[in-house]
């Protein structure tokens, strides 16, 4: 099958780098790989939102400063990657893609995604002694 939408042909570049996908309620595709972390993608306006989510551990929510700084210090670190707490005080790190599909590109920025979200547990970041 010729994939026609944004959303199909990343879907299909995914299912290439051996991600498992499956499509959720409004077209939202879920990505798990058994070597890289789980992805929801969902398309916007302004382009296609790969997000993930991590649980800050109690020792997270005791240090709350601390943890702030180091989603300050995963931000200058990554390339596409941005990182945030959400209003539960979990961290939400996402990057965006724009709405125009080219297979080099696209191989490229999810490189760098998976480099970006691997240097969460990077010690100069110090987020890892804070999430689940």
């Known amino acids: ?63 709350r400063n601390e943890v702030h700084q180091a989603v300050n210090a995963y931000n200058r670190l990554a390339r596409v990657c941005r990182g945030y707490l959400d209003k539960d005080f979990d961290l939400v790190v996402e990057a965006c893609f724009p709405n125009y599909y080219d297979k080099g590109v696209f191989g490229s920025f999810m490189d760098t995604l998976n480099e970006d979200l691997r240097a969460l547990a990077d010690e100069s970041v110090g987020l890892r002694q804070f999430v689940l």
Request: charged share 20%.
């Open 1 to 63: 099958m010729f994939a026609t939408t944004l959303m199909d042909q990343i879907a299909a570049h995914l299912d290439f780098l051996g991600y498992e996908t499956s499509w959720g309620e409004d077209r939202v595709l879920f990505a798990r790989h058994p070597r890289h972390f789980n992805l929801i993608v969902k398309d916007y306006a302004f382009g296609v939102l790969f997000t993930t989510f991590f649980k800050v551990n109690d020792k997270g929510l005791s240090h």
